[in-house]
């Protein structure tokens, strides 16, 4: 069974640019949740959607946003982008939909550079 | 409100030595509790999870840990360290309470020292 596949792997974008990442989670798991992760700050939780709805959303301004597609594939856009916003950011797909008690199965990340 | 403190930024051990990495938590509700591992430039991996069952719960890799509720914590053990066992740990929890969020620790980062 495949994994989570996170594209791209790497990028490099400048201040002021968007940038959308891509997730395809495991087949069959409807939750996709996704986490930015930087020496400083460590693993924060940014969304998670179900079912193309999203349930739950972190601290994070606005203009960190995603969505979800009817095959359970995420994406993730950062609009205007900041040098702050350098990190790399993990999605993670679940099977259990009703309550946080389910393995999160994690892809290997997207390291973006903000220059 | 749940949190999650994980006491060593740092472990050092040498091959062969026990493991122990720390882990305490706060929560309102029945917490789920999670280790997981992530190797340089990897995702994270499930070493183990405890949800209300057993308080000594087993992973894989030889690794595991005890719920404690009268001390707050879930600390991860493990016999002897081997030198792949080098990578970051992350304590994690959750909450049985209809909202859909974890919470990760920052993270212990084990070295194994030949």
């Known amino acids: 069974k495949a994994g989570v596949t996170q594209t791209p792997r790497y990028l490099i974008k400048t201040r002021g640019q968007q940038v959308t990442l891509s997730c395809s989670p495991i087949?069959?798991?409807?939750?996709v949740s996704w986490y930015q992760q930087t020496p400083g700050q460590g693993l924060q939780f940014l969304f998670e959607?179900?079912?193309?709805?999203?349930?739950n959303k972190g601290n994070f301004p606005g203009r960190f946003s995603g969505r979800q597609f009817s095959n359970s594939r995420s994406e993730m856009n950062v609009s205007t982008l900041e040098l702050g916003d350098s990190a790399l950011y993990l999605c993670?797909?679940?099977?259990?939909?009703?309550?946080?008690?389910?393995?999160?199965?994690f892809g290997e990340g997207s390291r973006l550079t903000v220059l | 409100a749940q949190s999650v403190t994980q006491l060593d930024s740092h472990v050092s051990v040498s091959e062969g030595t026990p493991v122990l990495l720390r882990c305490n938590y706060s929560?309102?509700?029945?917490?789920?509790l999670f280790w997981y591992v992530q190797h340089p430039n990897k995702g994270l991996q499930l070493l183990l999870k405890?949800?209300?069952?057993?308080?000594l719960v087993k992973g894989i890799n030889g690794f595991e840990a005890e719920f404690k509720k009268s001390e707050t914590s879930f600390h991860l053990t493990k016999p002897s360290a081997h030198m792949s066992d080098a990578a970051e740990y992350f304590c994690?929890?959750?909450?049985?309470?209809?909202?859909?969020?974890?919470?990760f620790g920052t993270g212990t980062r084990l070295k194994v020292l030949a």
């Open positions: 993670a797909s679940s099977l259990v939909v009703t309550v946080s008690t389910g393995e999160l199965f």
């Open positions: 087949s069959g798991h409807r939750s």
């Open positions: 959607y179900f079912s193309e709805t999203q349930r």
């Open positions: 929560s309102s509700y029945s917490p789920s």
């Open positions: 405890y949800t209300s069952a057993a308080t």
């Open positions: 994690v929890v959750s909450e049985t309470s209809g909202t859909y969020k974890y919470i």
